[in-house]
């Protein structure tokens, strides 16, 4: 097994990844809209891109155990990036790695900006609708109205747990 086989999966899991961005950048725009069919259809789809970069993370994790053993270094169960580039000698390889493995890098940096964007626009949005529910369900609070100081008085009073008259 060569290192393009880990280049190949590495490049099809960096266009994922930047169709996720893309979809999530459609997701905050139907956000902000309040847009829910549109949201409804990207989440549909997010779900789709996630279940493809679980395959090719697999994809990626078997490539990169061939290539370490084809190089004779023991199988490990997870190689990092710099054990791999600690194996590939040939100047081509090691820059097509290291250009795919920063690509790759940027576009889950910015991915993960924009899943946090995206989670506090949604919690905004949940917080304006309890705020909103709350002002339709809950009772009125007389409190705003003007009640002469006697009829306070006698008011609290009245459910007092002491009885003044007996």
């Known amino acids: 097994m060569t290192v393009s086989k880990v280049v190949e999966t590495l490049n099809r899991l960096a266009e994922t990844h930047e169709s996720l961005l893309q979809t999530g950048l459609e997701k905050k725009r139907a956000i902000i809209e309040k847009d829910l069919d549109t949201l409804m259809r990207i989440m549909r789809l997010e779900t789709k891109l996630v279940k493809e970069i679980t395959t090719l993370d697999l994809e990626r994790v078997v490539a990169i155990r061939r290539l370490m053993v084809e190089k004779g270094v023991k199988n490990r169960i997870n190689s990092t990036y710099r054990q791999l580039m600690g194996v590939v000698f040939v100047p081509e390889e090691r820059l097509q790695l290291q250009t795919v493995h920063e690509r790759l890098e940027r576009t889950l940096k910015e991915l993960k900006q924009l899943n946090d964007l995206n989670q506090s626009l949604l919690n ?5 609708i309890q705020f909103s529910i709350e002002l339709f369900v809950s009772p009125e609070d007389e ?20 009885n003044t008259k007996a």
């Open 124 to 128: 905004q949005s949940l917080d304006f």
């Open 143 to 162: 409190s705003y109205t003007y009640k002469h100081p006697s009829a306070i008085l006698s008011d609290s009073n009245r459910f007092g747990s002491y």
